[in-house]
C-alpha cells in the first residue's frame, strides 16, 4: 500500500480516489443477465445495436480499464479502516449522493454528517500512512 500513500496524500486525493472506485464499479458490467426464452441469436440492424441500451434506455458507459480496476479494489480495502458509520457515509459521498438525501435518509443534520464523513477519512488516512 505504500504507492498508494504518495497518490492519497490528503483528504482531497483520498476523496478524488473514492469517487473513481465508486464511477469504475458503475461501469462495470453486470454479472448476471436475464435467461434468454429462446435460441435464436440476436439481430444486430445497426452499429448503436451492438453496444445495447442500459435497463433505462440510455447508452451504457464505457468498461473501465484493468488499471481502474485494481485502484477501484485497491480503494475499495481503503474502507475497512473505517467504523461501520462513517463507512457507509464515506462510501455514500463517494457515489454522490448529496449531503440534503443524506439528511433525509439518517435524520442528522449536514453538519454531523461532514463530521463523521472527516473522522473516516481520517481513520482511512491513518491505516495508509501507517502502512
Do not use: F, N, Y
Not at 440510455?58 to 485494481?70: E, H, L, N, V
Not at 485497491?74 to 455514500?92: I, M, P, Y
Not at 440534503?100 to 461532514?114: M, P, Q
Amino acid at each position: 500500500m505504500s504507492g498508494s500513500v504518495s497518490a492519497v496524500a490528503d483528504e482531497a486525493g483520498l476523496r478524488a480516489s473514492l469517487e473513481e472506485a465508486a464511477e469504475t464499479l458503475r461501469r462495470l458490467p453486470a454479472g448476471l443477465r436475464r435467461p434468454r426464452l429462446t435460441s435464436w441469436p440476436d439481430v444486430v440492424r445497426d452499429s448503436a445495436g451492438l453496444l445495447g441500451p442500459s435497463a433505462d434506455g440510455r447508452a451504457r458507459p464505457a468498461a473501465p480499464t484493468p488499471a481502474a480496476i485494481d485502484r477501484m479494489d485497491r480503494a475499495l480495502t481503503w474502507l475497512l479502516a473505517c467504523d461501520d458509520e462513517a463507512r457507509r457515509l464515506v462510501w455514500a459521498r463517494a457515489c454522490r449522493v448529496p449531503w440534503r438525501r443524506l439528511e433525509d435518509l439518517d435524520g442528522r443534520s449536514h453538519v454531523t454528517l461532514r463530521k463523521i464523513v472527516a473522522r473516516g477519512h481520517g481513520q482511512i488516512l491513518r491505516q495508509l500512512v501507517s502502512s
